[in-house]
């Protein structure tokens, strides 16, 4: 049974600070990997895809790396703003149809 | 392209009731998806259609939940005698997937179930 987790599960940075979250999946066998943003209450944003046979996907300030031999991928969020502020969720294809996700991170950037 | 809707946006109901859910994909997107998801947790899959065809089930779809795509648009799902621990946010996405391969899913802005 595939598990995701996600490290740490709540991260306080002031703002500036480049940062990274980490997801770890437990089966490499993998289709995709998702990395999304949910604010207070609401529905989740999808931030970046990324296939199987990708290493990486970059979008603005925010850059996505995939290892599936070691079964871990990193989000990297450069010159964190306040608007940044909001839990990250990852989350992986076992096969191919539904999305199997971490508990998230939830972040706070400090003005 | 209007991203996919859900109706309503919170509902509050008392134990027993039975609630029903909508939820419009992406135009032309033919895979629909549901998950639950409860306070300080990440979502957990509970069914997806492929256009009309109900594909999986999770066993967390108790036989008290029922979910529907009557023609390969718009979703239900319908949650009978509700029970306390049926309290949680249900998110519908949708996805474009002509080989069967799951792309990119798009999430809707969820609908806020209470039971009290």
């Known amino acids: 049974k595939q598990e995701v987790t996600q490290i740490p599960a709540a991260l306080s940075v002031p703002e500036g600070e480049n940062l990274v979250l980490n997801c770890s999946f437990t089966d490499s066998a993998i289709y995709n990997l998702q990395w999304f943003r949910q604010d207070p209450g609401k529905g989740l944003t999808s931030l970046l895809l990324i296939q199987s046979s990708q290493r990486e996907q970059t979008s603005g300030r925010l850059n996505a790396s995939l290892d599936k031999s070691s079964g871990r991928s990193t989000l990297y969020i450069a010159a964190s703003q306040p608007g940044d502020s909001a839990t990250y969720l990852c989350a992986v294809t076992p096969g191919a149809q539904k999305l199997v996700f971490g508990q998230g991170t939830r972040l706070t950037i400090n003005p | 392209d209007t991203g996919v809707s859900q109706d309503p946006r919170h509902k509050i109901t008392k134990r027993g009731q039975n609630v029903t859910f909508r939820c419009d994909p992406i135009s032309e997107h033919n895979r629909l998806y549901w998950y639950r998801q409860t306070l300080g947790q990440g979502p957990e899959f509970l069914t997806y259609?492929?256009?009309?065809?109900?594909?999986?089930k999770s066993r967390l779809l108790s036989d008290r939940f029922s979910a529907e795509r009557p023609k390969g648009s718009f979703s239900t799902l319908e949650i009978q005698r509700t029970e306390q621990g049926d309290s949680a946010m249900y998110l519908c996405?949708?996805?474009?997937?002509?080989?069967?391969?799951?792309?990119?899913?798009?999430f809707g802005p969820g609908t806020r179930l209470t039971v009290t």
């Open positions: 996405a949708s996805s474009f997937s002509p080989s069967g391969v799951s792309y990119e899913q798009y």
């Open positions: 259609f492929q256009n009309e065809a109900q594909l999986e």
